[in-house]
Nanobody
Framework: QVQLVESGGGLVQAGGSLRLSCAASGRTFGRTFSTYAMGWFRQAPGKEREFVTAISWAGISTYYADSVKGRFTISRNNAKNTVDLQMNTLKPEDTAVYYC???????????????????WGKGTLVTVSS
C-alpha cells in the first residue's frame, strides 16, 4: 500500500499563493514512490473531482489543466518522496478540496483521469476569498 498525506491548504485572498505538499510512504509489489506518476485533482462543492496537473515518475514531463496553466506548478522530490503544487494568482473558482494521487503511468493518468489513479490522499481544503 502507498499512503499519501496532503498538507498546506488554507484560506487565501484572491491573487494570493499557496503551496501544497504531498508526502508518500509505503510500497506495493516492489514499486516505490519514484516509480509512480503523481497528480493533483480537486473537487469543489457539488461538483465532480477534476484533474489539475500531473508529473511523470522522473519529473521530466508535466501536464496542466487549461484552467490552471501558467498559474500552478507541480514538482516532485523522489529522494524525499514528496510532490508539491505551487499555486499562484489564485482565484475564487480554485476553491476546492485538493487531492494527491498516484498512478502507475503518466499516460494512464492523463487518459483515464480519476479512473487511472491507484492511490488517493484524503485531501486538503483550499479556500480562495474574493
Amino acid at each position: 500500500q502507498v499512503q499519501l498525506v496532503e498538507s498546506g491548504g488554507g484560506l487565501v485572498q484572491a491573487g494570493g499563493s499557496l503551496r501544497l505538499s504531498c508526502a508518500a510512504s509505503g510500497r506495493t509489489f516492489g514499486r516505490t514512490f519514484s516509480t509512480y506518476a503523481m497528480g493533483w485533482f480537486r473537487q469543489a462543492p457539488g461538483k465532480e473531482r477534476e484533474f489539475v496537473t500531473a508529473i511523470s515518475w522522473a519529473g521530466i514531463s508535466t501536464y496542466y489543466a487549461d484552467s490552471v496553466k501558467g498559474r500552478f506548478t507541480i514538482s516532485r522530490n523522489n529522494a524525499k518522496n514528496t510532490v508539491d503544487l505551487q499555486m499562484n494568482t489564485l482565484k475564487p473558482e480554485d476553491t476546492a478540496v485538493y487531492y494527491c494521487a498516484a498512478a502507475p503511468s503518466f499516460n494512464r493518468l492523463l487518459t483515464e483521469g480519476t479512473g487511472g489513479v491507484d492511490y488517493w490522499g484524503k485531501g486538503t481544503l483550499v479556500t480562495v476569498s474574493s
